[in-house]
């Protein structure tokens, strides 16, 4: 889809940033107003974007689908004779009131459960404003889709570097070996790594002479353009990397070079990885001795190299630990903060590892309390998603009697789906906030419909803080919304008057005042009036005005005057594609916020939770296990309702390799069924259908289904998605199993029967 090449009266182009995934690529969308109502008639990449310099994947022409999709909700919602019905704005948020403040007054804040999806990180109203309405409520059972995708890196560098968010991401541009593990950045455009035009980037790399390698258990879009893809079993890169790690002390390879002093626990990894001889960890991993060694030779003997892991590290038993594995690599063969290794980006904007006394801090603390039933301990404020369900079926103090939700489709995106799906029938009230009625949102007493990415100003709060190049890029909205309908960030403040007992009729912009000059006074001290003054001198309010701050008092701000060539908001705002900030700069030791003012490489539980490696090092692997894959046109659940990107073949498909289809009596084409081996798979909905691919890119005994459908719940409203409704992976998984550590769910390699769909084995 192209736009006219200059504006006319009719015709206007305008710059925005395309929400719909992480790669967060410049737009230009062009805007025919001849009409009574204006509409899209083109999007195309922004040549001038001084991060994605043009680059576009199919996604972004799918903006104009999702505005104009006719599911998307554009009008409350309220339950009524147990039916969803249109309502006023008014109405919905009376009845939440009525509903949800006398529930709050009989059983407590606690009874009152918050979770909040993907979508919102890619929306900064819903980014800056959630949080405001947590604090309002005070409740301890928050949930968001961190827990079923990315806690265990997070964790992982909180003990290391001292902050949740100091995550090292590659750098590309300049790296000449970049070893991956469990992650397809052809599909995903990166994931907890900003990047854009991945095999651009890729092939540029291997011009240059690097080189690639991808571990994974299939030959993913990635690997096949890769240099070497190695098939890993899945749920053992704990024992790849313990491997490797033990390999660069037996061959005298370890060589932190710069970070030797500004790093503690070198010796106590030592002692950790012991047990861990690649000849010892070869046969349980499926790669070859020679191989893990051969690997970490050439990471330690390589100038500019990185190590890389994305969700298929994250989503196992040992998430943190390889997680963990993957940064203590980096850090002893001398890739971390140094240029073509893994490094830490500068944000612009709502970092808090530049904000404070740089090279120190308090360091991350876990476990300040812990699930009502299962005992799972809060980790970055939040429980596991997968203990919700477990939350609201069980009386007792403290049980969850009320759900608010924001952009999020646990139902289908978290295991255990149809078991959550009954509790939330069972809940005395529930919220959500979502552009659609989908599969989650369905059992609300009252939905509450966002807005269209176009009909919001845009700016990245939390990508910034994993790009692989540093700038700083804000896109005002490109269409007006509707009259009369409220901003996202508003339908979160009233929430957050309503349960703080403030009432419906509160005055929201005396409210944001209120909450602002908080954040300032916190920010500023003895400044704050001077500080407040300067942002009420520029007429914006709402995430604009905390942008606005946020932007001022980073580390390339105006500082409110002080740095006269600093960033504001006028000054981002004003720059056609945004404004470059560099490469990335070595940011060791300021960027460290820990206890000892150095990088803790061997964070104590990581230490204590590699005997559970050890104890699981000579166990038999399961015959068949599943894993899940996306594809570019489908990272989420939500992205199946566009046309753009719903057209062409089937994509929820089962792959399985020609020799386990005919063992299993499979055949290309033909519907299988799957369900979890042993006990669970008896139990009611722990079993998919789904179409059998053959394909040799399979390791044996692995199947892999995509993550994020299930489109035929009724009361859902995903027309288009209906149509071809896929399985649900996640209805095999188990719920309770999640790494101990970071309470991230297991999505990988749980172990499966697959059976003919026609055979009586399969019947059930």
Not at 5 to 25: G, K, Q, S, V
Not at 226 to 238: F, K, Q, S
Not at 666 to 682: K, Q, T
């Amino acid at each position: 889809m192209d736009t006219a090449a200059h504006d006319t009266p009719h015709r206007t182009r305008h710059r925005r940033i395309c929400p719909l995934c992480e790669a967060c690529c410049g737009l230009e969308v062009a805007i025919d107003r001849s009409a009574a109502a204006p509409r899209v008639v083109g999007i195309r990449g922004h040549a001038e974007d001084v991060f994605s310099r043009g680059y576009l994947c199919p996604k972004g022409y799918a903006l104009k689908d999702l505005h104009e999709d006719p599911d998307r909700l554009r009008q409350p919602l309220v339950r009524r004779d147990g039916v969803l019905q249109p309502a006023t704005w008014d109405e919905a948020f009376a009845e939440i009131e009525r509903r949800l403040v006398p529930l709050i007054e009989q059983h407590g804040r606690d009874a009152v459960a918050l979770a909040i999806g993907n979508p919102a990180a890619h929306k900064m109203s819903l980014g800056l404003y959630f949080p405001r309405l947590a604090r309002a409520l005070g409740s301890r059972n928050i949930f968001s889709a961190s827990t079923l995708d990315q806690m265990p890196k997070q964790l992982a560098s909180g003990w290391m570097f001292g902050h949740w968010l100091s995550i090292a991401v590659p750098d590309i541009d300049r790296c000449d070996f970049l070893l991956m593990l469990g992650a397809n950045p052809m599909a995903s455009n990166g994931s907890l790594w900003t990047v854009t035009d991945f095999r651009g980037r890729a092939k540029a790399l291997r011009q240059r002479g690097g080189r690639l390698v991808v571990i994974d258990p299939r030959r993913t879009e990635t690997a096949a353009i890769a240099d070497a893809h190695h098939a890993i079993r899945p749920g053992t890169d704990v024992f790849l990397l313990a491997g490797m790690v033990h390999t660069l002390f037996d061959e005298g390879l370890v060589g932190p070079g710069r970070l030797a002093e500004w790093t503690v626990g070198i010796d106590a990894v030592r002692e950790a990885v012991a047990p861990f001889a690649p000849e010892a960890v070869a046969e349980r991993c499926g790669v070859p001795a020679a191989t893990l060694r051969s690997l970490a030779r050439e990471l330690a003997a390589t100038e500019r190299a990185c190590v890389y892991g994305r969700i298929g590290t994250c989503t196992q038993a040992f998430g943190t630990l390889a997680s963990w594995l993957i940064d203590v690599l980096n850090v002893l063969t001398g890739h971390l903060d140094a240029p073509g290794g893994a490094m830490f980006p500068k944000a612009a904007a709502f970092a808090a590892n530049t904000a404070g006394k740089p090279g120190i801090g308090r360091g991350i603390v876990t476990g300040r309390h812990a699930s009502r039933v299962s005992g799972a301990p809060e980790v970055f404020g939040e429980l596991p998603m997968t203990v919700l369900a477990e939350e609201i079926e069980t009386p007792g103090a403290g049980q969850v009697r009320a759900l608010i939700t924001v952009a999020t489709n646990p139902v289908l995106s978290a295991p255990g789906g149809p078991r959550l799906s009954r509790a939330l029938d069972g809940l005395d009230f529930m919220v959500s906030l979502d552009i659609y009625l989908n599969e989650t949102s369905r059992h609300a007493d009252v939905v509450l419909p966002g807005l269209s990415p176009l009909e919001e100003s845009h700016y990245d709060v939390a990508f910034p803080q994993l790009s692989h190049h540093n700038h700083a890029r804000y896109t005002p909205a490109v269409l007006p919304r509707d009259a009369g309908r409220p901003a996202e960030w508003e339908n979160l403040l009233r929430l957050a008057a309503i349960v703080q007992g403030r009432g419906v009729g509160v005055d929201l912009q005396a409210l944001d005042d209120e909450l602002l000059a908080q954040d300032v006074g916190r920010l500023a001290g003895a400044q704050a009036p001077a500080v407040l003054a300067a942002l009420a001198a520029t007429g914006r309010r709402g995430p604009e005005r905390l942008l606005d701050l946020a932007l001022r008092t980073g580390p390339w701000g105006d500082g409110f005057g002080r740095q006269p060539n600093g960033l504001t908001l006028e000054r981002v705002a004003a720059a056609e594609g945004g404004i470059d900030l560099g490469p990335l700069q070595p940011r060791i030791p300021e960027l460290l916020r820990t206890p000892s003012g150095r990088i803790e490489l061997a964070p104590p539980a990581c230490l204590a939770d590699m005997a559970r490696a050890r104890a699981a090092l000579h166990e038999r692997a399961p015959a068949l296990v599943v894993v899940g894959r996306r594809d570019v046109r489908s990272n989420n659940s939500w992205m199946h309702n566009l046309p753009t990107l719903a057209k062409g073949p089937e994509r929820c498909t089962l792959l399985v390799h020609p020799t386990d289809a005919a063992r299993l009596g499979l055949v290309a084409g033909a519907p299988a069924r799957l369900r979890p081996a042993g006990s669970l798979g008896d139990e009611p909905g722990r079993e998919v259908v789904a179409p059998v691919v053959l394909s040799e890119d399979m390791l044996p005994g692995v199947v892999c289904l995509p993550h994020g459908w299930g489109h035929d719940q009724p009361g859902a409203r995903l027309a288009l998605a209906a149509e071809r409704p896929g399985a649900n992976l996640n209805a095999l998984l188990d719920e309770a199993w999640r790494d101990p550590l970071s309470g991230n769910a297991v999505l990988s390699g749980m172990p499966v029967e697959v059976h003919p769909l026609s055979t009586a084995a399969g019947a059930g």
